[in-house]
C-alpha cells in the first residue's frame, strides 16, 4: 500500500486541511458534547476521502470489466443482426 497516493489525493489534503478550520470553531465553543460532534464529523469525512481513495482500483477494474460486457452485448447483437 502506497501512501503516496493518500497524500496527493486532494480529497484527503482537503479533509485533513479542514482540520484547521475545525480547530479555531472548537476553540471558540463551550467545552461539551457538540465539540466532540464537530471533531467526529470531521473525522468521519476525513475517512471517507481516504476509503474512497483505497478503493478506487477497485472502481477502475469494475469500470473496465463493464465496458467489457458492453462492447462484447454490441458485438453479439451485430453478429446476430448480420445472421438474419
Known amino acids: 500500500m502506497a501512501i503516496g497516493k493518500y497524500l496527493t489525493n486532494m480529497g484527503v489534503i482537503g ?35 481516504v476509503a474512497a481513495v483505497a478503493k478506487q482500483p477497485e472502481d477502475e ?11 462484447q452485448a454490441k458485438a453479439a447483437a451485430k453478429a446476430a443482426r448480420k445472421a438474419s
Open 15 to 49: 479533509a485533513a486541511v479542514g482540520a484547521m478550520g475545525v480547530l479555531k470553531q472548537t476553540q471558540s465553543m463551550p467545552r461539551d458534547w457538540r465539540r466532540f460532534i464537530v471533531w467526529l464529523v470531521w473525522a468521519a469525512g476525513l475517512l471517507l476521502a
Open 61 to 71: 477494474a469494475y469500470e473496465a470489466e463493464l465496458k467489457q460486457q458492453v462492447k
